[in-house]
């Protein structure tokens, strides 16, 4: 069953990017799969992981969808284990959850001793410079 919002109403800004019709700091990508870097991150090399496949929670995937989805994560959790050796894994499903794009994804968000990252408190851009140190810290190894 799927879920109310699984259908875009509008363009969705996730499978523009998946589909390479909108601009991303791109660390990943594979047939199922993209991760990038998070624009408004919490912490330095905040990533997204999203599947290639449009749905608005990890329930609404194709089995095959979601098991590469979590491969992928799992993949990224490595990367950003260059960054720092501690990191959150997140998934909000739903609007009351705190989804704001909905498409499916996972946050990876290395952390760094910091207070907690998820309050609510304005985040800076990322910056051009910095995505770029961070594409090549989190390159394939």
Same mark, same amino acid.
């Given at each position: 069953? %799927? ?5 875009? %109403? ?6 523009? =990017? ?7 700091? =791109?660390?990943? &990508? +594979? ?9 408004? *991150?919490?912490?330095? /090399?905040?990533?997204?992981? =999203? ?10 995937? !194709? ?6 989805? =979590? ?5 990224? /959790? @490595? ?5 720092? *050796? +501690? ?9 009351? !959850?705190?989804?704001?794009?909905? @498409? ?9 001793? &910091?207070?907690?990252?998820?309050? !609510? ?6 910056? !051009? &410079? +910095? ?7 989190? %390159?394939?190894?």
């Amino acid at each position: 069953m %799927s879920s109310p919002d699984a259908a875009p %109403s509008s363009r969705c800004v996730f499978c523009d =990017i998946a589909e390479k019709r909108s601009p991303a700091w =791109i660390v990943y &990508e +594979d047939p199922a799969t993209v991760a990038f870097l998070d624009i408004f *991150p919490f912490t330095r /090399g905040h990533l997204l992981v =999203i599947p290639r496949q449009h749905g608005a929670r990890l329930t609404d995937l !194709a089995p095959e969808s979601r098991r590469a989805l =979590i491969q992928s994560v799992a993949q990224m /959790g @490595h990367r950003v284990e260059r960054l720092a *050796p +501690d990191y959150n894994v997140a998934l909000n499903a739903g609007a009351a !959850a705190g989804q704001i794009v909905f @498409h499916v994804h996972f946050h990876v968000i290395p952390r760094y001793g &910091e207070a907690n990252p998820f309050r !609510a408190t304005t985040r800076a851009p990322l910056e !051009a &410079e +910095d995505a770029q140190r961070l594409l090549a810290e989190l %390159s394939p190894a």
